[in-house]
């Protein structure tokens, strides 16, 4: 028996890391416990190719909360990076698209689709814009409790709805009717061109196993929106030397306050005494105690993985079992010789700094869903290419660069054969190919390759069926929903235990917001 | 010149507009109905289209019709006689089959065969579906409240609401809410592990829909059908003795009988709006008839942007109904048979012959269909929910040979290059073709055949789209939204013209609940 601390964070994720400083400034002596040698989770920076410093899991960060920027102090310790234009879409035939951040930009690059697109478009942008600025205040708060009568709840609800109608009495509406929309319902009633409707679907359906054509999948293009510059469509923003610098910065203000950041400590089980978490056990056998519990991995993880069933209510025990995960991407990191060269664009320019995106058109991105749907991986599938190496040269040696792809869709669990490592090659190849098409240099420029299938995603980040959301991204499982419904407020249904990782509300993304929240309710609830 | 005057002009003769009509006219009111047809019923006709058969040309079953309705209007007294449906047989390929009894026990038993867990799953399954359709069944006989309003009335309609939600309860409240959100595939997953039993559950939640059973928003459906009642007994389907054309023959009796008249033939070519306000209605033969208050049963498509001038509506309401989505997704076969469907998995004549035959084997099977019609093409392995009236209501087929109702899906109205006589038949084919490999000896039975697209549904009954259910029943189409926030109170912008048809709140289905809320909202409230 070691030291006695107010809380334990397992898992040094970016949500536990917040989690921790808050709790740190908050005057609670605090450990954070996580397994891998380097702190960040799913946002970490790994040298994976010699000389490259590679973001092998999360590389976009659009939704980190400036709120929690400011109340931590870290402005100045991490750069950002956004990526103007955020995304190029190439095609194979025909001109392709470049979203800009500036609207009127990419307005007039769309007129080169489609007139009545182009004159669609800032209305477009506004209603996104003020969608994802109610989402920003419903990210914020806990989520209430609809059947209960605490007067906290009532004010919860009653701000939101004020929120809400301060948007004025169409776009009120408008708002609430897109969000259970299926994107293709929504880009129907707003948009003729196949490519812009290809490259926005894309951005919806992003680690979900649903195609645009899926109810519901309106409501995860918006999630990716909130905290974007208004105006901005499908923001890319990366930070200068990898997404780990934000995951360091974020470690050594947590020691700063005060707190314990522990890496390479595998947390083998929650000690529970009374029905209460009264501390862990790491993997090595030492067991130290705390107060409470904050597990910032995912909810079945937690409380499947950490703790002894029989402490789990059979009703809960079903309800953790329900959580669908269904991961469907897989990650590409290629070190490469050269820059890739579109023949539909040709040469280097600015179209290459942000997100690459390959989704053609809306049936494209349907088509490459429907084989999840039997348990394959898609024939023709989805992709988003970042080359941070371009307005990063840190990230990779010189003359030589870098380029991450996520990939979709690749089902975690495939339903013939396995993800070994035959499966694991014809992934990295297809991938390759299908950029060739492309960009014909494309497979000549492969130096090195690393491919991430959601089993790897799983083994390496503990990402439970390799979902990056910590649980999908749906209605059902979204608010006083999420993780599950009747502990949607951050308390595991284990006394002293507390959520705070993507599994909880508001949910996946660099963000955050679950870390903060939950930092929030565990100092309010002493 | 006016050929005539009235208190309320009912325009188009489905179940709807009869129920708005009775109603109505049992409130003392002089009142009209309209129908562009021969027959009445609209999408619930029986028509004899092969000599001495008689088809249940669209709808085919009763679940869903309010018993209020049934009750009020003192319908069994004016023919209404409900058979009940026993059963839903589902033949597997493999030569097995499912069968899902109305009677728990016996589905329970049956159950026990594919899956021990599943038989104890179907209790506590049925049970919290029962809760949840009672919970919700208020919500179905409510004038639904404005959200983009600020009056008294419309907050406290939501305050109600919102403390209706609240007495359920933390269990009931959730399990809703996943129904209002999740796929059926996953909420049935969550449930059972018989592909068999979870896909034949699931279709119903596809019925009428664009969607699969995997694509969020089709759970809510599930307990649209689950909310089947007919004398109080819920989740009882049935068959109206007659065809669903006696439904509406009931309905329009009881119209009559408080004094209502009711033309066929007698197209509406537009209601005459002046000064903002809905004086009549002109016919297409030229006649004009006054009333003061106009009621459509027709869907939205037609109620705002055909039977009115633009020009009287706000430009927000005109694209709202642009938008309204109306895709149809299903097709109707109907047979003359010399002799019953023989199935390998189940041989010989038996009671599943009086029940539903649903061709739903796996959710796999019922993607694929719908993957085919995501991309324009109709299912070449389709869907398919059958029933064999004439053996439920012997008077429907000649002694000795049967009837065959078949509703297909998926059909889509967009089928890429549109619909035709050669593709009409292929539709046919596949559908044949398909029931064929389970009882063989269906093809060389089949006297007659007729073949519905979305397209000849449209064109015979008037369906925008083919769509069955007068809109797609997609979450942000429902309640306050249908057909159109601001507007889902039956009224329109159009003083005195009322809408009834099922594109409003609560959409969808032979229920006349449309019909019997906007006769409530012409009557101040009171029928």
């Known amino acids: 028996m070691s030291a006695h601390f107010d809380t334990i964070v397992i898992g040094g994720g970016h949500n536990g890391l917040v989690t921790a400083a808050y709790l740190a400034k908050g005057g609670q002596r605090v450990l954070v416990l996580e397994g891998r040698d380097v702190v960040g989770g799913a946002a970490a920076t790994e040298e994976i190719f010699p000389g490259y410093r590679v973001d092998t899991g999360a590389h976009r960060i659009g939704g980190f909360s400036k709120r929690i920027v400011s109340d931590l102090g870290l402005a100045g310790r991490f750069e950002l990076l956004p990526a103007d234009p955020p995304t190029f879409a190439p095609v194979e035939e025909g001109p392709p698209l470049t979203l800009w951040a500036d609207p009127v930009r990419t307005a007039e690059e769309i007129r080169t689709h489609s007139t009545a697109d182009a004159d669609a478009w800032p209305a477009f942008v506004k209603l996104v814009s003020d969608a994802a600025g109610f989402l920003e205040s419903a990210w914020h708060a806990t989520p209430p409790d609809i059947t209960g009568t605490d007067v906290r709840d009532l004010w919860s609800s009653a701000s939101l709805g004020h929120r809400l109608r301060r948007l004025g009495k169409r776009q009120m509406v408008e708002v609430m009717r897109i969000l259970p929309m299926s994107m293709y319902e929504l880009l129907e009633e707003w948009f003729e061109s196949d490519v812009l409707r290809g490259t926005l679907a894309a951005s919806a359906v992003q680690g979900l196993c649903q195609g645009p054509m899926g109810g519901g999948t309106v409501y995860l293009f918006l999630h990716h929106h909130v905290g974007a510059p208004s105006g901005v469509i499908r923001p890319t923003v990366r930070v200068r030397g990898g997404v780990g610098r934000l995951s360091e910065a974020l470690a050594t203000r947590c020691r700063e306050l005060g707190a314990e950041v522990r890496t390479g400590a595998v947390v083998d089980r929650v000690v529970v005494e009374d029905g209460s978490a009264r501390g862990v056990v790491l993997a090595d056998g030492s067991e130290i105690r705390a107060t409470r519990i904050a597990s910032s991995l995912d909810p079945q993880t937690t409380l499947f993985g950490l703790l002894d069933p029989a402490y789990l209510d059979p009703a809960v025990a079903r309800k953790v079992e329900n959580i669908r995960y269904r991961g469907v991407t897989a990650k590409v990191h290629f070190a490469l010789s050269g820059l890739p060269d579109f023949a539909c664009r040709t040469g280097s320019g600015p179209h290459l700094e942000g997100a690459i995106s390959i989704g053609p058109s809306l049936e494209y991105v349907e088509r490459a869903y429907d084989a999840v749907k039997y348990g394959a991986v898609s024939a023709e599938p989805c992709l988003e290419l970042s080359i941070p190496s371009l307005v990063d040269p840190d990230v990779a040696p010189e003359g030589r660069h870098l380029a991450s792809v996520v990939m979709q869709y690749a089902p975690y669990a495939l339903r013939e054969g396995a993800w070994d490592e035959a499966a694991r090659k014809a992934l990295g190849d297809l991938v390759a190919r299908t950029i060739t098409r492309y960009a014909p240099n494309f497979e000549s420029l492969i130096v090195d390759r690393m491919v991430l299938t959601p089993a790897d995603l799983e083994s390496r980040f503990g990402l439970t069926e390799g979902n990056v959301y910590h649980g999908e991204m749906t209605l059902d499982q979204l608010l006083f929903m999420r993780p599950i419904p009747g502990a949607s407020r951050y308390r595991a249904p284990i006394e002293g235990l507390w959520l705070c990782g993507s599994g909880a509300h508001p949910g996946g993304g660099v963000t955050g917001v679950p870390g903060a929240n939950a930092a929030r309710e565990m100092l309010r609830g002493r | ?527």
């Open chain 2, 1 to 527: 010149m006016s050929a005539g005057r009235y208190d309320a002009i009912v325009v188009g003769g489905g179940h709807n507009g009869l129920v708005a009509a009775a109603y109505l006219a049992r409130a003392g009111k002089r009142v009209i109905v309209f129908e562009r047809r021969h027959v009445l019923g609209g999408a619930a006709v029986t028509e004899e289209i092969h000599p001495g058969f008689k088809y249940t040309v669209c709808s085919y079953v009763v679940s869903l019709l309010r018993p209020e309705i049934i009750r009020e209007l003192e319908l069994p007294r004016h023919g209404l006689e409900i058979l009940p449906l026993e059963s839903t047989f589902t033949p597997l390929p493999d030569d097995d089959y499912l069968v899902r009894w109305a009677d728990h026990d016996q589905t329970r038993r049956e159950l026990y065969r594919h899956s021990a867990r599943d038989a104890e799953a179907y209790d506590e399954f049925g049970r919290l579906m029962y809760q949840l359709a009672v919970a919700v069944k208020p919500i179905l006989a409510m004038i639904p409240p404005d959200p983009t309003s600020m009056s008294p009335k419309d907050l406290m309609g939501f305050l109600r609401l919102g403390k209706h939600f609240r007495g359920l309860g933390h269990e009931q409240f959730h399990a809703l809410h996943k129904l209002m959100t999740m796929s059926s595939a996953d909420y049935l997953d969550e449930w059972f592990e018989t592909e068999s039993l979870k896909a034949t559950m699931s279709a119903s939640g596809i019925i009428g829909t664009f969607l699969g059973p995997r694509s969020p928003g089709t759970a809510y459906v599930l307990l649209h059908h689950y909310m089947g009642e007919i004398d109080g007994a819920m989740r009882a389907w049935g068959f109206a003795k007659g065809g669903t054309g006696a439904v509406s023959e009931s309905i329009a009796s009881a119209a009559r009988e408080h004094g209502a008249e009711i033309r066929t033939e007698a197209p509406v070519a537009q209601v005459v709006v002046k000064g903002g306000r809905a004086i009549g209605v002109a016919l297409e033969n030229g006649d004009e008839y006054e009333a003061p208050v106009v009621v459509s049963g027709l869907d939205p498509k037609l109620t705002f942007l055909k039977l009115v001038e633009e020009r009287h509506l706000p430009s927000d309401l005109v694209r709202d109904i642009r938008r309204f989505r109306i895709r149809g997704s299903s097709g109707k076969v109907n047979l003359s048979l010399s002799e019953l469907p023989d199935f390998t998995s189940l041989p010989g004549v038996g009671p599943l012959h009086q029940g539903a035959i649903s061709v739903s084997p796996s959710f796999d099977y019922l993607e694929r269909a719908y993957d085919e019609a995501k991309y324009g093409d109709f299912s070449s392995r389709p869907y398919m929910d059958c029933i064999i009236p004439s053996m439920i209501d012997p008077d429907m087929a000649p002694p000795g040979k049967h009837v065959m109702s078949i509703f297909v899906q998926y059909a889509p109205s967009d089928l890429e290059g549109g619909w035709d006589d050669r593709k009409r038949e292929a539709f046919g084919d596949a559908v044949i073709d398909t029931l064929a490999e389970y009882a063989p000896n269906l093809p060389g039975a089949i006297l007659h055949r007729q073949v519905l697209t979305p397209w000849d549904i449209e064109r015979t009954m008037g369906l925008t789209g083919g769509n069955i259910f007068h809109g797609e029943l997609s979450l942000q189409q429902l309640f306050c939204m249908r057909p159109a926030a601001g507007w889902a109170d039956f009224t329109t912008p159009i003083r005195g013209y009322f809408q009834a048809g099922s594109g409003t709140h609560p959409g969808g289905g032979v229920t006349g609940a449309s019909g019997r809320l906007a006769a409530m909202k012409i009557l101040g409230g009171r029928l």
